[in-house]
């Protein structure tokens, strides 16, 4: 299948409560959201306060942390963080046994 610039913008934007329920999911601080990004507290801050959104490769990490959030993690930091960790087993087991 052929990608246009349109599937592309359209498959890597993020809204702020987005990229709020993203960090909120993971259980953590905009501050430890944005040292595991590896990207500014305040960049974090905008993107969830609407005044910027990620683009780029920024927009790409966080669909990747979103949808692979293992992948991206051993990717930026060569191994999964034990916090991390903890809260990934959390969500899969929550996907795994989902409410009847």
Known sequence: MAYNSYMVSTVLHFTATQIQALRARMRLSQHDFARMLRVSAKTVQNWEQGR???TGPAAALLRVMDREPRAALR???GFIPKVAADLIAVQEEAED???P
């Open 52 to 54: 910027r959104a990620p």
């Open 75 to 77: 990717a930026l930091h």
């Open 97 to 99: 046994n989902p409410d």
